[in-house]
């Protein structure tokens, strides 16, 4: 499938597309709506060494430090420091909700740790980010760093008998605030996840239905499907073929089919057979409009009508109707009876 034709499935499906379009976009409002707003509140607690003397001490401690931030990390989130925040609190609260509500980020580089808490109160939102990074900051201390370096990071041969790393120490430097907007729901993000879905969708609809569609519906595809040219493209709708005589677009088309069906049949042709897969397709109404363009040329034109089941052509040409023909004339040598 090519580009153009890409793009003709999705304005002939057009419907489809924004039935898809408007039911995400109804659904991402829906979650929008009902969604319960939740608040975030964040501290920060920065990590240094306490007590150190020399160059020596400080790389030491700080590489000891930055070998085990993700286990900071990890307890800065965890559930011991979430029950002692509950605990100075005494919030209802259970430590594992509340580990399930904090998120922790660290920067490598400059031991720094954001404790993020997510509640439905902002208040308490705050309330249990500084208890946690006062918590944190409070267990660090007895954590143990202490670790036996293997060689000087000077550079010297002979190393000194190494000393034990100072103990780690953390500070809360920035305590939390009480958040004035909910961190969800998200209307600008929901809504654009929403309309992302909605087109994805749409197109995965209209070229699924465009796959499984058999109708015929462009002149290009009944040519390739039948391997014959196309006469002539009749205006109208269905159930609504304007008359010969009554529409001047409509006459030119009929004359056109006039013109190019006779040049493809030949002058010895004299038989026309117009015929649809179903009823209603306008095929009375065609052989009508192009039995009047050819008696326009002064041709003598015999049409008859292949549909005994629901006969219309009298009514429109507003003749007598022969319903009782084939009665009178049960086969073509005999003569009418009297």
């Known amino acids: 499938m090519d580009f153009r034709t890409f793009v003709q499935t999705l304005l002939t499906r057009w419907k489809l597309v924004a039935a898809a379009l408007l039911a995400c976009l109804a659904g991402a409002a829906a979650v929008t709506i009902f969604q319960n707003k939740a608040y975030q509140s964040s501290a920060t607690v920065l990590i240094s060494i306490a007590g150190a003397t020399d160059v020596t001490e400080v790389y030491w401690g700080g590489q000891a430090a930055q070998d085990r931030l993700s286990s900071y990390a990890e307890i800065a989130g965890g559930r011991a420091v979430a029950e002692r925040a509950v ?28 404790i993020t808490v ?9 309330l249990l980010a500084g208890a946690m990074a006062d918590s944190f900051a409070t267990l660090v201390p007895t954590l143990d760093v202490n670790a036996r370096p293997q060689g000087s990071p000077l550079g ?15 500070i809360v430097v920035k305590q939390p ?46 040519e390739q499907l039948s391997g014959l040219p196309t006469l002539a493209e009749l205006p109208g709708k269905h159930g609504s073929t304007p008359r010969f005589g009554t529409d001047v677009t409509a006459d030119d088309a009929v004359r056109g089919l006039r013109t ?22 306008g095929t009375t109404t065609t052989a009508l ?34 319903r009782d023909w084939p009665m009178r004339w049960p086969t073509p040598l005999l003569p009418p009876k009297p």
């Open 289 to 322: 409009n192009l039995s009047l363009a050819l008696a326009e040329l002064g041709e003598d034109v015999l049409l008859v009508e292949g549909d005994t089941r629901r006969p219309v052509i009298a009514g429109l040409l507003r003749v007598e109707s022969g």
């Open 156 to 170: 010297r041969d002979a190393p000194q008998p190494p000393k034990p790393i100072p103990t780690a120490t953390a």
């Open 87 to 114: 605990s100075r609190l005494q919030l209802p609260i259970s430590g594992d909700a509340l580990v399930s509500n904090t998120q922790v980020k660290y920067t490598p580089k400059s031991m720094l740790f954001t």
């Open 177 to 222: 605030e009480i958040p004035s907007r909910p961190s969800r729901p998200m209307p600008l993000r929901n809504m654009a996840m929403g309309l992302t879905a909605g087109v994805l969708l749409g197109i995965a609809v209209a070229l699924t239905r465009e796959a499984s569609d058999r109708t015929v519906r462009s002149r290009g595809k009944l």
């Open 260 to 281: 190019r069906l006779l040049r493809a049949i030949g002058p010895e042709a004299r038989r026309v057979l117009v015929a649809a897969p179903f009823g209603g397709e």
């Open 118 to 126: 997510t509640d439905t109160d902002p208040k308490r939102a705050a």
